[in-house]
């Protein structure tokens, strides 16, 4: 299954706003997908296992190893029904993924 990570400071509120509207998105589209909230801290440890990270933290723009976009759509409602497309491409989900 593909996993998805995604940051804010604590790991509580703004990450998981972020992860539970990403889910409830790609599961409106029929995937499912392991999509969870962790603290920035973490970070190093949870990104080696993920196949994508939704960076809330615009500041950050270290090279994790797998594809970064922004979590900011998801906050604002602007664009995230772009950035869940983006994700689609990203981690090339199709019918094998539903």
């Not at 392991?34 to 270290?62: E, F, W």
């Amino acid at each position: 299954m593909k996993k998805i990570i995604t940051a804010c400071a604590s790991g509580v509120a703004t990450s998981q706003s972020v992860a539970s509207k990403v889910k409830n998105l790609l599961e409106q589209r029929g995937y499912y997908l392991d999509v969870q909230a962790v603290d920035i801290k973490s970070i190093d440890t949870y990104v080696n296992n993920s196949d994508l990270y939704i960076s809330i933290t615009p500041y950050i723009t270290k090279n994790f190893g797998v594809p970064t976009i922004s979590g900011i759509p998801f906050l604002t409602n602007v664009g995230a029904n772009e950035a869940i497309e983006k994700i689609i491409e990203l981690l090339k989900l199709d019918q094998q993924n539903k």
